[in-house]
């Protein structure tokens, strides 16, 4: 509120009204500024008696507001410390396996066909579609590996092995360490193979196994097209 000076003319805007004493009108302003939360406006410039309100008032009232900010506050940090920490501990402390893509079409399952051992299964997909890591691990493999055509070999910390065959393109190098989602290479159709696909083994102290359970038993349900990690995030 602007103070008008003594020597500044009286001017009304629409109807004129009835002149008030300069204390009633100074003491109805203060009062509606106490009720209506007009404690930051009332001051010394603005409103000359305003120093007729208790000043043990205004500073409890003062507290309480700074005090109210202050629990808002830290109940904003807590909720961030929250969900910082379920964050960190989906990253960090759970088991994380995937699919190795989306969209396919399962076919050809683990299992006899055509006279010998399938060691494997096979995820159609449009050539050059990528696919990833299902677990963390390091890269023991990575080019032209006889009927698997170009291939990717991930070595993973609990002994187990995916391989990942036919590839088009590969986009990692030996050695390299990956995590559970890493592009790896391109779906293609290359070593023996008839049409473009992923075809996905999974090896444990050399020996091949049934992808399907193996992973399920990890929350990867290949049939399914289903990850468990992403629903166990999204419930917390």
Do not use: C
Not at 16 to 22: E, Y
Not at 72 to 83: E, K, L, W
Request: no cysteine; hydrophobic share 35%.
């Amino acid at each position: 509120m602007r103070q008008r000076l003594s020597s500044e003319p009286d001017r009304y805007r629409g109807r004129r009204r009835v002149p008030t004493p300069p204390r009633s009108r100074y003491a109805a302003v203060v009062t509606t500024a106490f009720v209506g939360a007009g404690i930051v406006a009332l001051g010394a410039n603005a409103l000359p008696d305003a120093k007729s309100v208790s000043p043990s008032a205004l500073d409890e009232l003062k507290q309480a507001s700074i005090t109210s900010q202050d629990v808002t506050a830290r109940g904003d940090s807590a909720d961030r410390a929250t969900r910082d920490s379920r964050i960190d501990k989906t990253s960090t402390e759970q088991d994380v396996w995937l699919l190795p893509l989306h969209g396919y079409e399962f076919n050809s399952p683990y299992g006899m066909r055509w006279g010998k051992l399938h060691t494997g299964i096979d995820l159609v997909a449009p050539e050059g579609t990528p696919y990833v890591a299902v677990h963390d691990g390091t890269v023991t493999k990575a080019g032209w590996f006889g009927g698997y055509g170009y291939a990717v070999i991930v070595q993973h910390a609990d002994g187990s092995e995916a391989i990942y065959g036919h590839s088009s393109a590969i986009n990692v190098k030996e050695g390299q360490q990956v995590k559970a989602g890493d592009q790896l290479g391109l779906v293609g159709n290359t070593g023996h193979s008839y049409g473009s696909h992923l075809h996905l083994e999974i090896h444990v102290n050399g020996q091949p196994l049934d992808p399907v359970p193996f992973l399920k038993e990890r929350g990867v349900d290949i049939q399914l097209e289903v990850e468990a990690i992403y629903d166990e995030v999204a419930a917390s």
